[in-house]
């Protein structure tokens, strides 16, 4: 919707602040205005992220798979824009204890963003840093150093060496 750029700026805003219901309240009246399918796959995903940080994951990965859902219409499924879509139901699914979930959707953000990104990018980093915690958190302290030595590889290329990561 023309102009309603700053509204987006603004639900962004409430969910800095924690503002959830506000933000919720206008990410739904957005949504009832939304013109296009993309503009529809952003709120679906701005909800998505709201319904997380308030815990409520199930919500969160309802508003999550419809964001995809629309994109999948129009996008091949190994596009970039994807990709933080499925980082973000991994970090759900992570979040809720549901380890094999989220190792699912984090290699399918990796996947399409070792195809799409310069090998050494940062995204790539958290790609492997968010495995490396599934697998820890699963007690498979091997594999997970495994993922957070290639973290960290990348990070000390692409970052600098000030850099808190």
């Given at each position: 919707v023309r102009?309603?750029?700053?509204?987006?700026?603004?639900?962004?805003?409430?969910?800095?602040?924690?503002?959830?219901d506000q933000a919720e309240e206008l990410y739904q009246e957005l949504l009832k205005n939304a013109s296009?399918?993309?503009?529809?796959?952003?709120i679906y995903h701005q909800l998505g992220m709201l319904k997380g940080d308030q815990g409520k994951y199930p919500e969160a990965v309802k508003f999550y798979e419809k964001s995809l859902e629309i994109?999948?219409?129009?996008?091949?499924?190994?596009?970039?824009s994807l990709a933080p879509t499925y980082?973000?139901?991994?970090?759900?699914?992570?979040?809720?204890g549901e380890y094999s979930k989220a190792l699912e959707y984090y290699e399918k953000a990796n996947k399409i963003n070792l195809q799409s990104l310069p090998a050494n990018h940062p995204h790539i980093a958290s790609d492997y840093n968010n495995i490396g915690g599934v697998y820890n958190s699963m007690g498979e302290y091997s594999k997970a150093l495994e993922f957070y030595e290639k973290s960290l590889k990348i990070r000390e290329i692409s970052l600098p060496s000030t850099h808190p990561d």
């Open positions: 102009g309603s750029t700053g509204w987006h700026r603004m639900g962004q805003l409430m969910l800095k602040v924690g503002h959830f296009t399918d993309s503009e529809r796959a952003h994109k999948r219409k129009t996008l091949p499924e190994d596009d970039a980082s973000n139901i991994g970090q759900v699914y992570d979040n809720m």
